[in-house]
């Protein structure tokens, strides 16, 4: 081998489940997303691009928590229930990201979770509309308290599948 020859090095991880984020792990739902918060940005007067930089990975009324701090809460909630709404009836440009098909091919007969900051409408409505089948064991924001990055979802779905959470692996994208 040449002395300035890449060297690559392998990992193993072991792990007796995979628990799974939906969008931008398995699903690419940005085209949806993008048209939902630009329109209500706009409508909130806010600048949409900077909008865009910190939608992703959390429950919509926590984002919007986030982007209008004086708002109260229960606005946040109402708002994100029609942005539910709207993204879950909007399935236009949802596509599986590439490898997601034969990964969950794979893990058929395997134990695994889908872990998602989405309710179980728009979990179903994504998964479906990407053609990928959705995994028995799903925890969605319904399914808990506190929305991602809080681990409380993760932890749920490891004890569902009966296995703690250090034999599990996560595949997260935020």
């Given amino acids: 081998m040449p002395a300035n020859a890449p ?3 392998t990992t193993v991880l072991t792990a007796r489940a995979l628990l799974l984020d939906m969008d931008g792990t398995l699903v690419n739902s940005d085209a949806v997303v993008e048209r939902c918060w630009h329109r209500w940005a706009v409508e909130h007067g806010l600048d ?3 909008t865009l930089k910190v939608v992703h990975g959390r429950q919509g009324y926590l984002t919007m928590a986030l982007l209008l701090p004086d708002r109260p809460m229960e606005l946040n909630r109402a708002d994100n229930r029609v942005m539910l709404a709207q993204e879950t009836a909007d399935l236009d440009g949802v596509v599986p990201i590439a490898g ?5 091919r ?5 134990p695994h979770a889908l872990v998602t900051s989405a309710d179980e409408a728009l979990a179903t ?3 479906t509309a990407a053609g990928l089948p959705l995994p028995r064991i799903r925890v969605t924001a319904e399914n808990v308290s506190a929305s991602k990055p809080d681990p409380e979802g993760f932890l749920k ?3 569902e599948l009966g296995l703690p959470p250090a034999e599990c692996l996560a595949l997260e994208d935020s």
């Fill in 100 to 104: 997601a098909p034969a990964l969950m």
């Fill in 157 to 159: 779905a490891a004890a």
């Fill in 48 to 50: 949409p691009e900077q």
């Fill in 125 to 127: 409505a994504r998964m």
């Fill in 7 to 9: 060297t690559t090095t």
């Fill in 106 to 110: 794979a893990l058929a007969a395997l």
